[in-house]
């Protein structure tokens, strides 16, 4: 029998606020444990929370941007269970009255619909230490910093169908965050955080199959490699004749296999009541088109618009527009007359490659659009050759500074000069006689060797066009 898998995602956005939801402590990652927090995060009896309005402002920005109907009316509830990195033993969040609602997303032209997003408070972390017993460790300590941090969580319908569809809407909806300035979308800080729930069913079958929700999954390719082992052991279960038992399972990266956590029911009791500390929220529709009069323009507007503005591939418009900062870059360079085509190549090319090689973000770069179109300039007017224009590349991305004169300085103007090109060779032909009868002979790759020479003899500067052109008259008048 042939299965087909059902995913769903829940996504923990952590919005960019520099205070908690409900006081005043900084959302600063890290820190000494225990140190950002105060009796409102740390939930001691008498405090009152006060709602950030720039959680909700964030929340009704990615809602819009996420092609959600932002609600008119929206409150907050208690959700009540017992952990101890929960001091409260309730979580504040959002239950049948949400701040966003029925949004999608266009993945590879699949429509993955948004079933809802609503804020809440973040709970804190255990730290286990020791040597042996739960999770290797001896005894947990509870660092409360993280308590009363602002998430989003964006829960998605069960519409996505492959693990590699999972992988590309994560990708996407981080993009479209980090556009919008609403969450850093750090995987390593857990800013960006996800959940997935997968069951199997016959193809063709409407019914859903029992699901299991993973977690522990720290970055996109974890997710994809999770999802596809879980739907695996799955079927295995069924074809065995056995049943999917509903879990939740927790993912391990050394082994790429799935293991259990818990059980989970059919529907947890968490009891939700409306938080009675905290005023329902009437949203003024003025307000919503303000936030949307601000909202950027998106990844996928912006793909649509290389490839047909500037003839770019769709694999191209892809990858320059996946980081907003490179995105912006490459327009700012574009607006000051650099070639679409050439931009795109120098920045695909050697940046992305110098960036993920130093692991950095393109912000902390030194390069301007002026160094972008001036080295373009330079390489096309035959000043500096391709291989030089990359190597000054990569100064300028570490170091800053001026082409024109980062060129004179270095001493790297191309030589273009034919007659004393075409005695530099002749003279390497001559010194390599041997060589020159084995490409007689028709052993052809000789010919890279004597290209080699020329550039060797010239530290580099020599114009490969002219050396190639100079090579195949002098090779022929020899054979």
């Known amino acids: 029998m042939n299965y087909e898998p059902v995913i769903g995602l829940e996504v923990h956005a952590q919005l960019k606020t520099k205070s908690k939801i409900f006081c005043g402590c900084p959302t600063d990652f890290g820190g000494t444990p225990n140190d950002h927090v105060c009796p409102v995060c740390l939930g001691l009896p008498g405090v009152l929370p006060v709602l950030n309005r720039r959680t909700v402002e964030f929340a009704i920005r990615s809602g819009l941007a996420l092609n959600c109907e932002i609600a008119e009316v929206t409150k ?79 829960v998605t319908e069960p519409d996505i169908e492959s693990p590699e569809q999972a992988r590309l809407y994560l990708t996407e909806l981080r993009n479209i965050l980090r556009y ?10 857990g800013s960006f955080r996800c959940d997935a729930n997968v069951s199997v069913r016959p193809v063709g079958q409407k019914e859903l199959g029992t699901k299991s929700e993973i977690k522990n999954m720290n970055s996109f390719k974890a997710v994809q490699r999770a999802l596809q082992s879980e739907i695996e052991r799955q079927i295995a279960v069924l074809e065995a004749g056995g049943r999917v038992v509903q879990e939740t399972r927790l993912w391990n990266e050394a082994t790429g296999t799935t293991f259990p956590m818990r059980s989970k029911e059919e529907a947890h009791d968490y009891r939700y009541f409306p938080e009675p500390d905290l005023v329902p929220i ?31 591939s769709p694999d191209d418009a892809t990858v320059l527009a996946e980081s907003k900062e490179l995105s912006d870059f490459f327009d700012a360079a574009l607006s000051i007359g650099t070639p679409a085509k050439a931009a795109a190549n120098w920045l695909m090319g050697p940046t992305i490659g110098y960036l993920n090689e130093n692991k950095l973000g393109f912000d902390s770069t030194k390069i301007t659009p002026e160094n972008l179109r001036d080295l373009t300039a330079a390489v096309e007017a035959g000043t500096i050759s391709s291989t030089t224009a990359k190597q000054l590349l990569l100064e300028i991305l570490a170091s800053g500074g001026n082409i024109a004169n980062l060129i004179a300085e270095k001493g790297l103007v191309q030589i273009s000069d034919e007659k004393g090109l075409t005695e530099i060779a002749s003279k390497i032909l001559i010194d390599n006689a041997s ?9 052809s790759k000789v010919r890279q060797f004597f290209f080699g020479e020329v550039m060797k003899a010239t530290k580099g500067k020599a114009n490969p066009q002219i050396v190639n052109k100079i090579l195949d008259e002098l090779l022929t008048q020899n054979t």
Do not use: M
């Open 180 to 189: 919008i300035d609403v969450c850093d979308g750090n995987l390593e800080e």
């Open 435 to 443: 060589q020159l009868e084995s490409y007689r002979a028709g052993k």
């Open 282 to 312: 009437v949203i003024d529709r003025k307000w919503v088109e303000e936030i949307a009069s601000t909202l950027p323009e998106l990844p996928e507007q912006r793909r649509s618009r290389y490839v047909s503005q500037y003839e770019l």
């Open 76 to 154: 907050f509830d208690r959700k009540n269970y017992f952990y101890p990195d929960l001091p409260k033993d309730y979580q504040i969040s959002q239950f049948d009255e949400p701040v966003c609602r029925g949004g999608h997303l266009t993945i590879a032209g699949k429509k993955i619909r948004i079933h809802r997003a609503h804020l809440e408070e973040d709970a804190g972390k255990l730290v286990h230490a020791g040597a042996a017993g739960l999770h290797g460790s001896e005894y947990s300590l509870v660092d409360f910093n993280r308590c009363g941090v602002p998430l989003l969580e964006i």
